[in-house]
């Protein structure tokens, strides 16, 4: 009982530090994750979902120094036109950021939300994260919807021209950041969220997404060159009829990143797209957790992720499809793998089905395996030098996550990007 | 151009050998042809001249141009004019078509010394040789042989062939699995490409092939020897009456 206890305790002095202000509905939503936090208590090593990936780290009392150094290279999307929001350390930079008043979202700093006695993130602030939490525990969510003050809500009510764009600058060598957003659109509504940017030494980012019935949200996010990243996400998506999700990530580095995505598809006919490339190269250690549950009839779903390791750097996928009994006609599919690129890197992959409808095509695969001698042999027959022909044959096998992209001009610029992280990283 | 002594190769993991003393001499310009049952060692020969790895090579030289190959890395015997066409060439998922050609291409002028060809002559190159060969653009976009049909993947290595342009090429089974018109074709772009300073070792089974290109020189291999060298004449006779008469005057 001891252990058990530590993690109660931990969660208690997690919450210790209660955020000043805000309205009722921001009172309310917080002392209930904070409730939800006690319950479950902090995450631990010997829980189900944090078997693989040590969550000590993100929960330490501070976070560890990590520097960032600036490579002064030209970070993605910086040459696409977008409403720019910059964070620095975790916190809203207004004088280096866009004119929120010029888009056609309406962009609000969470903390401004907050304090409005009513504001349309009363019933979605911490609302799709509690859903969330039904079959699984995320205690870091919990604990971001209990602590947060920075973060943005955005309201789409039509189709946005401009991709709302997230910049996360690192400064401050100890920064600690707790990011939440709230994102609501309305019926018909579409826009694109691009992200990127080191964030902070350490940092907990929570997004919750409401999609209603013919909606579409687009989701870029690159998470790369801060070697020493610690970094927990988790996005909420709930997706209503004929309504599309699709959301993909690039990491590259960082010591420490956890992914998670829960996607609810709510009505029929939705689409809800989730993946992953991501490269490390020694002290990595990257997990993508997801969990999508079918509660509609004809919903598709697809999750395809891969990892490049090398130096002892480690993977982790633990994907979920939940098939609820009257989600006919359910489209299931799910891909993980894994490439090491030497025998000290490692991946491990748990998918899971769980199926309670008998109309349904689900497929899951996992693979984990060297880069292919025979595909080798027959580039460097041909005059490629070896070194570049792994290059290739590592560039094509993450190119087939990043083609889950739908926008050629940003999977273009995820391209570039992970072009160079293999050429930097190429042995 | 390729002179080959005493050749002994054997599997790197078992202790098995494949080749027991191979010799073999192709002069510049000249076109030889390997025939011999399965398993008797054709593509271990052509492997092992390509440098795949897995095989030992315990005795014997090998010289391209005067030069000794086999301390070389494949990529090197490439750029120093080597080109194999494989028996099965292989599928590389997300690596196009000519993505793959023109790194090739430009790596090959590269380690010789020379100009990279610019995208657009390399387009204007590659157009012209995939058109004689048949092969259309969408098959240059897919990835490397992926969804290619057996006679497709041979015809894209006669293609990968002539875009590299090599001194010394190695032909291992490229008609089989081919129609009548697809080996027509193939022979086509293998005679289009016969020059004085050029030489071709050609594996086949069936005196189709050479109907179309003619061999000077006929080799036999039998058990990792070549066990009879003789002219067009010769692959005539196997056609005709098999190997039993060859191994019994052999034997
Ligand atoms: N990597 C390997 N592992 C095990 N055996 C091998 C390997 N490579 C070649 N061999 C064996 O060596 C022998 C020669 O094989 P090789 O492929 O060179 O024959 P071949 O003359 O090309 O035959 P075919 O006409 O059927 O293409 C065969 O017995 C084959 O099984
Ligand atoms: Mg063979």
């Not at chain 1, 995320?138 to 910049?167: M, Q, W």
């Not at chain 1, 610690?230 to 990491?251: H, M, P, Q, V």
């Not at chain 1, 009257?326 to 199926?355: C, H, R, V």
């Not at chain 2, 399965?38 to 001249?49: A, F, H, I, Q, R």
Request: net charge negative.
């Amino acid at each position: 009982m001891a252990r058990l206890k530590a993690k109660y305790d931990l969660a208690e002095r997690l919450l210790a530090s209660a955020p000043a202000g805000g309205a009722k509905w921001v009172h309310d939503a917080r002392t209930a994750a904070a409730a939800r936090l006690r319950e479950m208590g902090a995450p631990h090593r010997r829980d189900e979902y944090w078997k693989y990936t040590d969550p000590s780290a993100l929960t330490a009392a501070t976070a560890r120094a990590a520097v960032f150094e600036d490579p002064a290279e030209t970070p993605p999307f910086a040459g696409l036109d977008r409403v720019r929001i910059v964070f620095v350390d975790g916190v809203y930079a207004s004088d280096l950021s866009s004119d929120l008043s010029d888009a056609d979202v309406v962009i609000e700093p969470l903390a401004d939300a907050m304090e409005k006695d009513t504001h349309w993130a009363n019933g979605l602030y911490g609302v799709l994260e509690a859903r969330g939490q039904a079959r699984v525990n995320r205690p870091l969510a919990a604990l971001n919807t209990a602590r947060a003050v920075e973060g943005f809500t955005i309201h789409v009510t039509g189709r946005a021209r401009k991709p709302v764009s997230f910049v996360y600058i690192h400064r401050d060598a100890t920064s600690d950041a707790m990011i939440h957003h709230v994102i609501r659109l309305e019926e018909g509504a579409e826009v694109t969220l691009l992200e990127n940017g080191p964030v902070a030494a350490r940092s907990n980012i929570v997004t919750e997404i409401d999609i209603p019935d013919t909606a579409r949200f687009n989701h870029v996010r690159a998470q790369g060159r801060d070697h020493e990243r610690l970094c927990a996400t988790a996005i909420f998506a709930r997706l209503g009829r004929e309504s599309i999700f699709k959301s993909f990530t690039l990491t590259v580095n960082g010591k420490l990143t956890r992914n998670e995505c829960v996607a609810e598809l709510t009505g029929n006919d939705a689409i809800a797209h989730v993946a992953g490339a991501s490269a490390g190269d020694g002290t990595y250690h990257h997990d993508d957790t997801v969990f999508i549950t079918h509660d509609a009839v004809n919903c598709e779903s697809r999750q395809v992720f891969k990892k490049v390791l090398r130096n002892g750097a480690a993977g982790v996928f633990q994907g979920k499809i939940l098939v609820q009994p009257d989600a006919q006609k359910t489209d299931g599919y799910q891909i993980s793998q894994g490439l090491l690129l030497d025998e000290d890197s490692i991946f491990q992959a748990k998918p899971e089905l769980e199926i309670y409808a008998d109309d349904v095509a689900c497929s899951h695969g996992s693979t984990v395996g060297a880069i292919d001698e025979g595909m080798i042999f027959y580039l460097t027959s041909r005059g490629i030098p070896r070194r570049e022909a792994q290059d290739m044959l590592t560039f094509a096998f993450l190119g087939e996550a990043v083609d889950e992209i739908e926008d050629e001009t940003l999977a273009d610029e995820i391209r570039e990007k992970l072009a160079g992280w293999i050429s930097r990283h190429s042995a | 151009m390729l002179k080959i002594k005493n050749l002994l190769v054997s599997l790197e993991e078992e202790n098995k050998q494949i080749l027991k003393g191979v010799n073999l001499t192709v002069a510049a310009g000249k076109v030889h042809t390997i025939m011999g049952p399965n398993g008797s060692g054709k593509s271990t020969l052509g492997y092992v001249l390509a440098g795949k790895s897995g095989y030992e090579v315990t005795g014997g030289t090998v010289e391209l141009e005067g030069r000794n190959i086999l301390e070389m890395e494949p990529e090197e015997r490439a750029a120093a004019g080597l080109f194999l066409a494989f028996q099965y060439p292989v599928e590389i998922p997300g690596v196009g078509n000519m993505t793959f050609l023109r790194t090739a291409v430009n790596a090959q002028r590269k380690a010789r010394g020379e100009e990279e060809l610019s995208a657009a002559d390399f387009l204007k190159e590659i157009r012209a040789r995939a058109k004689a060969l048949k092969i259309d653009a969408d098959m240059l976009k897919r990835p490397v042989n992926m969804g290619f049909s057996g006679g497709e993947k041979k015809r894209n290595e006669i293609l990968q062939m002539s875009m590299l342009e090599p001194k010394m090429c190695i032909l291992d089974e490229t008609d089989s699995g081919l129609d009548v018109d697809a080996m027509k074709l193939v022979a086509e772009g293998v005679n289009a490409l016969r020059t004085s300073g050029r030489s071709f070792l050609v594996i086949t089974h069936y005196q189709r092939l050479l109907n179309h290109i003619k061999p000077d020189v006929v080799h036999i291999m039998v058990d990792g020897e070549i066990v009879k060298t003789g002219g067009p004449d010769l692959a005539l006779a196997v056609e005709n009456n098999g190997y039993a008469d060859i191994l019994a005057e052999v034997a």
